[in-house]
């Protein structure tokens, strides 16, 4: 690793803590079963690759925290935020940009073809079961934008007898909460309704250090997920799952960008859409062979209304997918076919608004005694940059019950956005460039992992070189910038004792331009997660914090973004086997620090706000 990642004492000293013998990484829910990593369900204790669950117990508990809260909480994981709830939100996942980690939602795309980006302010996480989450490349997979990993996250799902289930909440900046649903499965017939409602006033997105200035950014959001699945006869499967998000957001503009000094508008105001939807057909043809047919959309939308008018962008992504999945007398083969069509509606006057994309994949994954393999190939076809090719392999050995070793290599691709190509000269100037190539990357890593009872934990080590990485040049005009290195390691681990759980992560990283050796923009050196909880009873008390080092608001690294340290305190209590109540204190300390700039504060510029100690009740119904 070079110099410039090597972490203060204190945080040494915090990672010797974390993987010690005693300790363990993540806190892994035995017998748990992912299939992001491969398409396939595998156990979570036995992947090949860097891969985390969030459980719907992690995610009641995280109170009226947003989803890129959620995921802040995870190893690897680097947030940024324009203002509070329902602004620009994003996160980099192993220093990679926000651009290049693929979402899915219950296996549908939902990113904007015009941003390249996820609209994850809008993502309701009432709605959510489980998130997973796989780090590195993941384009020989799932296909296009999947250089730093992909989160796929799972909505509600019906099993057991038919269940309903509510829950109200209140917080500080006058936030309300609520959420209702029904689960269950009646003969061959499984469902899931739900719904979920949030408004805040939020605050300022924008600081001005004039109080006569600032004023209350709200949000507010309704949505709505339902699924069903009928089982025709034995081995056939026929599916629908939707989810929908209206959100409504208030945010401050800054004007006169290039004739400072800037001045806010404070009536701006957005209105964001996501829509994914899919018919999933499950048939077992043979024994041996599972063939699973998905067709599905993906739609996101963000209607604004400014001081200069109206602005529409309404991207859509029509998926299509056949996967077979082969049992043979060792290991598993997966092909697939993916279709990914895109098209644009805006406003603007886009030159071209729609491309497809045609994906062949084989996989292959076998435990060989002591010894797992996976071999990953894809062929991506686009109508735009011809052909794609990306591989991966990984290994893994097995030295007895508690130590494993896994090894892997993978290569990536990202194609730019149609904002990058084609979005309309702004004020004169040129704000999109066609001759843009696709970003491509390669990475290795490695890791090794202990488990023993409730004891595990890891170490992981990673480099990915990105080539062709697109950024903004000083007229902000998009072009391939010169390539990036980004090596890091990440220490995780939690341990149990009788009624304590303690669980933490460590990332020291250096994502670095190659010819300038500056940082990525917003990302860190060092940033740091830890939780301990207590259940006494029917009480559970926990406690959490999250760190980060300094960070740069600008590629040339003039416009320095603080480090900082959150406190939070959560707490709940199981009233009887129906109804639970918890409470979340988030930001204690009241800590004044930032994710992002808009602009250099030190001249024209302004600091977006972040929230201040802020309280949250939720009130659950879920009877057993």
Do not use: C
């Amino acid at each position: 690793m070079s110099k410039k990642i090597i972490a203060s004492p204190v945080l040494l000293a915090v990672t010797l803590a974390f993987t010690s013998p005693s300790y363990s990484a993540e806190n892994i829910e035995l017998g748990a079963v992912v299939v992001t990593a491969s398409r396939i369900e595998e156990p979570l204790s036995a992947t090949l690759r860097d891969v985390s669950v969030i459980n719907s117990e992690q995610i009641e508990r995280a109170g009226q925290s947003t989803l890129v809260e959620i995921l802040q909480t995870q190893p690897g994981i680097e947030i940024t935020n324009t203002g509070g709830e329902g602004k620009a939100s994003g996160i980099f996942m192993r220093g990679t940009s926000s651009n290049h980690v693929l979402v899915l939602i219950d296996g549908v795309r939902v990113n904007s073809a015009t941003l390249g980006t996820t609209t994850f302010e809008n993502i309701p996480v009432a709605l959510i079961d489980k998130i997973e989450i796989v780090r590195g490349p993941a384009t020989s997979l799932y296909g296009q934008d999947a250089i730093g990993g992909v989160i796929q996250i799972f909505t509600k799902k019906g099993s057991g007898a038919p269940k309903f289930y509510a829950g109200v909440g209140y917080g500080t900046y006058n936030t309300k909460t609520a959420e209702a649903g029904v689960h269950g499965i009646i003969g061959d017939t499984s469902f899931a309704l739900g719904v979920s409602s949030k408004d805040t006033d939020g605050f300022s997105a924008l600081k001005t250090n004039n109080p006569n200035l600032d004023d209350d950014d709200g949000y507010r959001n309704l949505s709505f997920t339902g699924s069903a699945s009928h089982q025709i006869v034995e081995g056939h499967e026929l599916g629908f799952q939707f989810l929908s998000s209206e959100g409504h957001t208030k945010f401050d503009n800054r004007f006169n960008l290039f004739n400072p000094p800037a001045t806010i508008n404070f009536s701006d105001n957005a209105d964001i859409s996501q829509l994914s939807y899919a018919v999933t057909s499950k048939n077992k043809f043979l024994p041996n062979w599972q063939s699973t047919l998905r067709l599905g959309e993906g739609m996101d939308e963000s209607v604004s209304f400014q001081s200069f008018g109206r602005s529409l962008f309404r991207t859509k992504q029509r998926q299509y997918s056949w996967q077979n999945d082969i049992t043979l007398p060792v290991g598993t083969l997966t092909l697939a076919y993916d279709r990914l069509e895109e098209r644009v509606n805006s406003t603007a006057d886009f030159k071209r608004t729609s491309r497809n994309n045609d994906g062949y994949y084989a996989g292959y994954l076998a435990n060989l005694g002591s010894h797992t393999l996976q071999i990953n190939y894809r062929s991506d076809h686009n109508s735009q940059f011809g052909n794609n090719d990306t591989g991966g392999i990984a290994y893994g050995y097995q030295f007895n019950d508690s130590w494993r070793a896994t090894a892997s290599y993978g290569s990536a691709f990202k194609a730019p956005s149609f904002n990058d190509l084609y979005f309309p000269d702004s004020f004169g100037f040129a704000t999109s460039n066609p001759n843009l190539v696709p970003e491509e990357s390669d990475n290795i890593d490695a890791s090794l992992r202990y488990q023993e009872g409730s004891t595990t934990a890891t170490v992981t080590i990673f480099e990915n070189k990105i080539r062709n990485l697109i950024a903004l040049d000083s007229n902000f005009v998009p072009f391939n910038a010169n390539n990036v290195k980004i090596q890091g390691v990440t220490f995780a681990a939690s341990q149990g004792w009788n009624d304590w759980q303690l669980q933490g992560s460590v990332d020291i990283q250096s994502p670095r331009d190659e010819a300038t050796d500056n940082l990525l923009v917003r990302r860190a050196n060092r940033y740091a997660k830890a939780g301990l909880s207590y259940t006494l009873g029917d009480w559970r008390f926990g406690a959490e914090t999250v760190a980060s080092s300094k960070r740069y608001n600008d590629s040339a690294n003039q416009q320095p973004i603080a480090g900082y340290t959150l406190f939070n305190l959560t707490t709940d209590y199981q009233i009887n086997s129906d109804w639970k109540v918890q409470a979340r204190l988030n930001n204690v300390f009241d800590k004044s620090y930032a994710l992002a700039y808009d602009g250099n504060p030190n001249t024209s510029g302004f600091v977006y706000d972040t929230p201040g100690s802020n309280l949250f009740v939720n009130l659950r119904w879920a009877p057993k």
